[in-house]
């Protein structure tokens, strides 16, 4: 059988508002197989102003809104503009895009990601696939996890993909079904006191480690709600805003104590997640929190017979990118991009727009 390739860029913006991930992929399919290479990627970090409008953008009304996501359309269409002319990209079979989330509400049949506007194709000058959640959404599913068809056709090696971004969420194989959902808040609320320390991130986890643990409030945090319901479920920043910072904000240790706290919070609800699936396998780490050495460490220790493999750094950054660059390809093909094992929705489905450059 012939092989077939696709020369594609893959966009995504995270909840952890790290910037725009841009990753320039081929992915080919051989017998059914799939295989990539990530050639440039690059993270865009964003400006102080677009860092604050995203992160307001979960109390804006509707009229603010639509306002916000013409506005994020010519954003994000100038950085991928110019990260097309920097690499003197040309041929692209497609622009994959995610968009940024700013409402995730499925329970109310809500989710809106900025920046899918026919505009984006306008723009770039290339066909762009986007908008991948809100059909999930309106055939009663939760909208995401998106990631674990790639997780399948690209990573099926390994026994879990764990991917530890503003949240944190899980892939895996049960029976030939693939289940996946979110775990746990993590950049979000690291990231969140770590910029009360003037500060994008707790680098390494170092101040995390030189704290000490608020055991009340560890306590606490592992009682949440969430984390008795079953798959699949999946979370927003809504769920931070209004249960896990108040939370947080009411404890009256200093920052370090918290880092620590809610580090190893994390590290437990991981943890727990993982042995009760399998005891034992090979485990995927990507996203940001990959680099969160004492996160890992913690990690490690509470899973002594899980192998947690730390990948390249391309692959760390920009999994999620690739996948997004997949999902697109998927669409185009008219094929599966969205499982109904993971999302909860109706029946799998082909997902996301199509818009053609004009």
Sequence with gaps: MKSENYNVLGVMSGTSLDGIDLAHVTLSVLDNKWSYTIHEAETIP????????LKEAVNYNEDDLLVLDDAY???????????IIKYSLDNLDAVCSHGHTAQHQPKRGITLQIGNKPA????????????FRVQDVQ?????????????RLLFGNYDFCLNLGGFSNISFEDNGTRIAYDISPVNTVLNFYANRLGLPYDDGGAIA???????????????????????PKSLGFEYVR????????????GIPEKLRTFTTHVAMQLAKEILAIKPEGKLLVTGGGAYNNFLIAQLKAMLPDVAVVIPDDKTIQFKEALIFALLGVLKLRDEINVLASVTGATH??????????K
């Design 46 to 53: 964003y400006p102080d102003d677009w860092v604050t409008r």
């Design 73 to 83: 359309t010519e954003f994000l269409a100038g950085t991928i503009c110019s990260f």
């Design 120 to 131: 984006l194709a306008r723009h770039t000058g290339f066909t762009v696939v986007c908008n």
């Design 139 to 151: 055939m009663g599913g939760q909208g995401a996890p998106l990631v674990p068809v790639g997780d």
């Design 209 to 231: 480690r030189s704290g000490t643990i608020v055991q009340t409030l560890l306590e606490a945090l592992n009682e949440l709600d969430y984390y008795k319901k079953n798959h």
């Design 242 to 253: 209004d249960v896990v910072l108040p939370l947080m904000e009411n404890c009256t240790a």
């Design 348 to 357: 799998n489905h082909s997902s996301g727009y199509i818009f053609e450059p």
